[in-house]
């Protein structure tokens, strides 16, 4: 069984005296989802936009897949499929802070 879908996501950074923050918003053509990020630049360094653009788009795509992981494992326990062991494994690397 073939199946093509096509789904469109938007990002929008926003910058506001040294914190950029970003919205990632997913459309399904059914489903809309929304991730939140944000970078905050220390006073001391540079102004280079770019990193803080970087920092946040990735933050907010990183939420968004959270979120796609979520409803999937929900739609799989649906259907009468426990959680799997690679459900209930941590994630590695550095903390994300909370949604904005």
Same mark, same amino acid.
Request: proline content about 4%; aromatic content about 4%; cysteine-free.
């Given at each position: 069984? $073939?199946? #093509?879908?096509?789904?469109?996501? @938007?990002?929008?950074?926003?910058?506001?005296?040294?914190?950029?923050?970003?919205?990632?918003?997913?459309?399904?053509? #059914?489903?809309?989802?929304?991730?939140?990020? $944000? $970078?905050? @630049?220390?006073?001391?360094?540079? =102004?280079?936009?770019?990193?803080?653009?970087?920092?946040?788009?990735? @933050? $907010?795509?990183?939420?968004?897949?959270?979120?796609?992981? %979520?409803?999937?494992?929900?739609?799989?326990? %649906?259907? %009468?499929?426990?959680?799997?062991? @690679?459900?209930?494994?941590?994630?590695? %690397?550095?903390?994300?802070? =909370?949604?904005?």
């Amino acid at each position: 069984m $073939a199946h #093509t879908a096509e789904w469109k996501v @938007r990002l929008y950074l926003f910058e506001d005296e040294g914190t950029t923050k970003a919205r990632a918003v997913l459309h399904t053509g #059914t489903t809309e989802l929304t991730g939140h990020g $944000a $970078a905050h @630049r220390n006073p001391a360094d540079r =102004d280079v936009p770019e990193i803080g653009d970087e920092l946040a788009a990735g @933050r $907010a795509m990183h939420d968004l897949g959270r979120q796609l992981l %979520g409803v999937a494992q929900r739609d799989i326990e %649906g259907m %009468g499929a426990g959680a799997t062991e @690679r459900w209930a494994r941590r994630e590695t %690397g550095w903390p994300m802070p =909370d949604q904005v």
